[in-house]
């Protein structure tokens, strides 16, 4: 049995919030001791070439554990080949009321609705310039203050994106949560044109002054029509983003109806997300150009997920949700599945 197997009855014993807090601190003990071997299976780097950077391997962190990037060289010790920071904004802001966050163990789920709390985007700096980042990349992801009109949007987004760049090896614009009222109507056609439009000219403006080009992502929700993934995918295509990640947490509760907390609102994550997830996943990657990468998210328990979600076009993956039910040992099993794939590419979608 592994560590986590041990520690897990005694964290969900806990507030679901409390337990978070309470394992990042016990993960930076270990890291800071020399002990996070015990937490994770090391295993042999799977190297993958996208977005122009190298990534030790395909298997991220999501963003939404590490809110202020204070755990990043704990976080990598776990062997992601990289970790996504944030959701950090301009100013800082404690996010909705207590409690907020709910564990589903009957669906292998959890909802939240923390809302972006966060200490802010110049605390987020500190913490990211202290950090050695020693064995993966460093994803860092964007929003704007609950009490920023949408119409003022871009000049949070504008701020952020300023001030991450010279320290991220990329950057997710996140308009896709469903914990700040009104966010996710950027999403439609025209607000997600003038948005981006605006990102991608600052992008280059920085790309000049910094004298390196960090690639900017957009990050999607689950419950887009069919329609309006296609129109993402027409403005995506049309201002040529680096990449975009698919996706975000869903409002829908089909999968979990009378499951405890079931009906709290906030975002669901977890093996109930998988199914909806993995379909904008394979309609967005039937529609953009080859040239935009896929990153999968949303409902990885197992290395047969992490495989289902490349079978569906993703080049890189992201887990969150599957470490509260799994524990880090998931990160060398979605590698491991991921490289038998690869090197077996004639079994195809099997492995899904």
């Known amino acids: 049995m592994s560590v986590y197997s041990f520690a897990r009855p005694f964290l969900f014993g806990l507030d679901a919030e409390r337990a978070h807090g309470l394992g990042l601190k016990a993960l930076d003990l270990a890291y800071s001791t020399g002990a996070t071997a015990a937490l994770a299976r090391r295993c042999a780097p799977l190297p993958t070439r996208v977005l122009g950077l190298t990534f030790p391997n395909p298997v991220g962190l999501a963003a939404g554990l590490d809110k202020n990037g204070a755990h990043i060289d704990a976080l990598l010790s776990l062997g ?11 100013r800082p802001q404690p996010g909705n009321p207590k409690p907020r966050m709910f564990r589903l163990p009957a669906g292998q789920a959890v909802i939240n609705r923390l809302g972006f709390n966060n200490d802010g985007v110049d605390a987020l700096v500190r913490n990211v310039e202290r950090a050695q980042r020693k064995g993966g990349l460093l994803g860092i992801n964007i929003g704007k203050n609950k009490d920023t009109p949408n119409e003022d949007a871009a000049s949070d987004y504008l701020h952020c994106l300023e001030r991450v760049y010279p320290l991220a090896d990329y950057v997710t614009v996140n308009i896709s ?12 056609e025209q607000a997600l044109r003038r948005l981006v439009g605006t990102l991608r000219e600052a992008q280059e403006k920085l790309a000049a002054q910094h004298g390196k080009r960090v690639p900017v992502l957009v990050k999607v929700a689950p419950d887009l029509s069919d329609n309006d993934i296609d129109a993402a995918a027409r403005v995506l295509s049309d201002l040529a983003v680096d990449g975009v990640i698919a996706t975000n947490t869903t409002i829908d509760r089909s999968r979990i109806q009378g499951m405890n907390h079931a009906d709290e609102a906030g975002g669901l994550s977890g093996a109930p997300l998988m199914p909806q997830s993995t379909f904008v996943l394979r309609r967005l990657r039937a529609r953009l150009p080859e040239s935009i990468p896929l990153v999968g998210v949303g409902g990885i328990l197992s290395g047969a997920d992490a495989v289902a979600k490349m079978a569906a076009g993703a080049t890189l993956v992201q887990c969150y949700t599957g470490l509260v ?8 099993e979605c590698v491991d599945a991921m490289r038998r794939r690869k090197e077996a590419p004639s079994r195809g979608t099997a492995d899904a």
């Open 80 to 90: 992601f080949g990289f970790v996504e920071v944030g959701t950090v904004t301009p």
């Open 325 to 332: 039910y799994r524990g880090p040992e998931l990160v060398a």
């Open 177 to 188: 949560s469903p914990n700040t009222a009104g966010l996710r109507e950027l999403q439609e």
